[in-house]
């Protein structure tokens, strides 16, 4: 049997490719991809697109050329007539005004309910070819249920293909004490995530400069991003990259920076570290947690979207920042963006200060974090509930 992907990136291989063994992944072409890269090259050449970018980078449809058996896709709806399903990490249909709905203190749905293009994408959803719709968290579910509560006439139908399935994580390691990292000495905290300022990465330097600066000098910082400007949930700037950059630079005695490393390298920095870090304003789910945890590292992360069914306070440290009943942070103004910064830092202090004075609290914490990544992400039992789906599909 035949499944078909159509990207090959960091989702498609941790979600999809080679997941399920006797199936034969291959990788299938899409008409959109042509008009997506058409849309591309505009935007280049005339600094504005003629077509909605997001909106085609989440459609497919090959006419059925591609002769694949069944099609799995991470947040992308098929309008054609092979099965297929479909992996999703906010909402489907992934179109630019759909993503925006559940943002803010109140969720708005009013610019999407007379849509053509989501009507007509919901009549997709409630057709034959569509076998199931799976969310990688509670959170992305909630949101989904949400979004189609305003459009009763396709609810039933596509409620019915709904369900949550967490992602695979292997464990890196099989308890902290295999790590042999001794907790008498200098605490190596980490940060991953090429969209540094989104994820609090501003905040979290801020806060280990003055850490650094009121005799905490036991501190180590190892960062691992990009540091790519953020335009949505912390609207930052190139000169605020530069002055990061300056900062970086200028502590490097006690701060590792990599602009890039491979995952494999990410992993092995990652078994060297006592804790992991991901203060974030937005996130669909935070990948770098599972990691982190998988390699022995409880994770200081808040509380938007998935991360509270992936982190606690007994696997590792959770800050509250405010948030709407769907989970997403309230970043709406610079009042809000202001906020969350506040508290961020603020509790970053505080957490920070009780792991060096407890710093017992790392050993506890990563083994229950190791023990959650084994009961609810393991790959052999995702493997087979995906497998279920997939003979469920070509029924």
Not at 83 to 88: A, L, S
Not at 96 to 125: P, W
Not at 145 to 162: A, M, Q, R, T, V
Not at 188 to 198: A, S, T
Request: aromatic share 10%; with cysteine; proline share 3%.
């Amino acid at each position: 049997m035949k499944v078909g992907y159509s990207v090959d990136d960091y989702q498609s291989r941790r979600n999809i490719i080679n997941i399920v063994d006797h199936f034969d992944y291959v990788k299938v072409y899409n008409m959109y991809t042509v008009l997506y890269k058409l849309a591309i090259l505009n935007l280049k050449i005339m600094k504005y697109s003629i077509m909605n970018i997001t909106d085609i980078n989440y459609k497919f449809n090959d006419l059925d050329l591609n002769k694949v058996d069944l099609l799995h896709f991470i947040n992308t709806i098929s309008y054609g007539k092979t099965p297929w399903i479909t992996t999703f990490e906010t909402i489907v249909p992934r179109f630019r005004n759909t993503l925006s709905c559940h943002h803010g203190k109140y969720c708005d749905y009013s610019s999407v309910k007379k849509d053509s293009k989501i009507l007509k994408a919901l009549e997709t959803l409630c057709g034959n070819s569509c076998k199931k719709l799976i969310a990688i968290s509670d959170c992305s579910l909630n949101i989904q249920k949400d979004f189609l509560s305003h459009f009763p006439e396709y609810l039933p139908e596509i409620e019915s293909k709904l369900i949550c399935l967490h992602p695979p994580q292997k464990a890196r390691i099989k308890n902290y004490e295999n790590k042999q990292l001794p907790l008498n000495g200098q605490i190596h905290f980490m940060f991953v995530g090429n969209d540094f300022f989104r994820k609090g990465g501003s905040e979290m330097l801020e806060t280990f400069i003055e850490l650094r600066k009121s005799n905490h000098n036991n501190l180590k910082l190892t960062i691992v991003s990009s540091l790519a400007t953020d335009n949505y949930s912390t609207i930052t700037t190139k000169a605020e990259v530069e002055k990061t950059k300056e900062i970086i630079i200028k502590n490097s005695n006690w701060i590792d920076f990599y602009s890039y490393l491979s995952n494999s390298k990410v992993i092995e920095i990652m078994k060297s570290a006592h804790v992991g870090l991901l203060p974030t304003y937005a996130d669909t789910y935070g990948f770098s947690v599972l990691e982190f945890q998988a390699s022995g590292c409880p994770v200081i992360t808040t509380n938007v979207r998935a991360l509270p069914e992936i982190n606690n306070n007994e696997t590792g440290w959770i800050i509250e920042i405010p948030k709407n009943c769907l989970g997403e942070a309230i970043y709406t103004n610079i009042e809000d963006r202001n906020e969350i910064g506040r508290v961020i830092k603020k509790e970053l202090v505080n957490v920070i200060s009780e792991i060096m004075e407890n710093r017992d609290l790392i050993l506890s914490k990563a083994n229950k974090a190791l023990k959650h990544i084994r009961d609810y992400h393991s790959p052999e039992e995702y493997s087979r509930k995906i497998g279920e789906i997939y003979h469920r599909a070509l029924i």
